[in-house]
Structures are given as structure tokens and as C-alpha cells.
């Protein structure tokens, strides 16, 4: 399966923007799926994973309450909202997809990432 992440721009602070993840291939309808990002000069981190069908979520605790992770797998998509951005949100963002349903911590297959700029 082939992932692509898309929405990224350059926003101000306690702005939003809203990211996608799109798959093709093959689905990914019956995976989980996780974002990811990687500030400049810092270690990829993980940012918020969402099970095959939406009831189960679970984030990063520098996110949570400010984005909201969702599916729709009627179009093969995940997305992450991205509300009250802060400066050190500032990264490349990444969606990933685990062989298993439910978030298992160990992504298999990785999309290109989108670059968010959060300015002050």
C-alpha cells in the first residue's frame, strides 16, 4: 500500500490546518493508522493513531486536546485535525499504517510527509 500525506502549509499560531492520508493500492480500511512527525534536528515522534474502524484513538500528550485524528474508509482516508497550532508544532508530518487493526506501536508502511509551519 502506498500512503500520501497532503495538506501541510505554513499557518500563524492558534491557527488550523487539517492533514489527510490517502492510500492506494491497495486499502488500508482494516489497519491501523498513525501520524507521525520529525522537527528539524529532532527525532521523528509519534503524534496521534486511530484504529480500523474510528472507535478507538489514543495521542501524544503534547497534541492532546488540540488535534483530533478521524477516518473515513469509505475514501480510504485518515486525517488529523490540527487546531491551536503552536510554533513547536512546527515539523514534517508523516501518516503510517500498521498490519494490525488496532495500533500496535510498530508502523509497516510509511507515506512522504508534509511540511506544517506554525509561525509566532
Known amino acids: 500500500v502506498r500512503l500520501q500525506a497532503s495538506g501541510g502549509g505554513l499557518v500563524q499560531a492558534g491557527g488550523s490546518l487539517r492533514l489527510s492520508c490517502a492510500a492506494s493500492g491497495r486499502t488500508f480500511s482494516n489497519n491501523a493508522v498513525a501520524w507521525f512527525r520529525q522537527a528539524p534536528g529532532k527525532d521523528r515522534e509519534f503524534v496521534a493513531a486511530?484504529?480500523?474502524?474510528?472507535?478507538?484513538?489514543s495521542y501524544a500528550d503534547s497534541v492532546k486536546g488540540r488535534f483530533t485524528i478521524s477516518r473515513d474508509n469509505r475514501q480510504n482516508r485518515v486525517y488529523l485535525q490540527m487546531d491551536f497550532l503552536k510554533p513547536e508544532d512546527t515539523a514534517v508530518y508523516y501518516c503510517?499504517?500498521?498490519?494490525?487493526?488496532?495500533?500496535?506501536?510498530?508502523?509497516?508502511?510509511w507515506g512522504q510527509g508534509t511540511e506544517v509551519t506554525v509561525s509566532s
Open positions: 503510517a499504517s500498521d498490519l494490525s487493526a488496532h495500533w500496535s506501536g510498530r508502523p509497516c508502511y
Open positions: 486511530i484504529n480500523w474502524t474510528g472507535s478507538r484513538t
